[in-house]
């Protein structure tokens, strides 16, 4: 895909946050209590060091502007992804399937404070397309890879919240993930 395309697939896809899908995960092995944030609702999505390859707003990627709707955290092929916090999940996207909005294996969680969480790239899933469950924070939704649009593993964290334009109709728009946890941002 172009970067032309490509911006203008990423700008559409905040549009279309409240299509109809669901997705079920795996029974929780494991929920890591670590990744809790001390004041924060919400857990880190990796265990391990947390560094932010790709910040969210406008980049220049192979020699274009691009929005980034997300944020990009290091994560080598096959590093376990967990849910920053406890929700429904509203969609499983498979890749190669063109199920969803997302064009690899992507989850999105509507989480209990209302931002729709979406997790890009991963390599497998532990969650499939089917009825929408819920999951608990700190609960594995797969292993980073990078399907989808992704030069290298990593996982792309993006998030949505609904807001009301001034026609008076909800729409989805995304924020800094960032901005939603309590703490200094660590970018290297
Ligand atoms: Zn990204």
């Known amino acids: 895909m ?15 946050l409240l299509a109809a899908g669901g997705g079920s995960c795996d029974e929780p092995v494991e929920i890591l209590s670590s990744l809790a944030i ?30 980034h709707p997300g944020v990009d955290f290091h994560a080598v092929e096959a590093t376990p992804v967990y849910a920053v916090e406890a929700g429904v999940v509203v969609g499983v996207d498979v890749a190669g399937v063109g199920n969803g909005r997302f064009n690899g294996n992507a989850v999105s969680v509507r989480g209990d404070s209302g931002v729709f969480w979406h997790y890009l790239h991963f390599s497998r899933m532990s969650c499939r397309v ?18 989808g649009l992704a030069d290298a593993p990593h996982l792309h964290l993006q998030a949505s919240v609904l807001v009301t334009g001034a026609d008076g109709r909800r729409r989805a728009q995304t924020v800094d993930p960032l901005d939603l946890f309590p703490i200094p941002r660590r970018v290297t």
């Not at 172009?2 to 279309?16: D, F, I, K």
């Not at 880190?44 to 390859?53: M, Q, R, S």
């Not at 969210?56 to 691009?66: A, I, L, P, S």
């Not at 089917?130 to 292993?143: E, I, K, S």
């Open 2 to 16: 172009s970067p032309v395309l490509t911006l203008v697939a990423l700008v559409a896809g905040a549009g279309l």
């Open 38 to 67: 001390n004041g924060s609702r919400y857990g880190w999505p990796l265990a391990g060091p947390i560094v932010v390859t790709s910040t969210y707003g406008w980049r220049v990627r192979n020699g274009k502007d691009e929005f």
């Open 130 to 147: 089917g009825p929408r469950v819920r999951v608990a924070r700190g609960q594995r939704l797969g292993w980073s890879g990078h399907t």
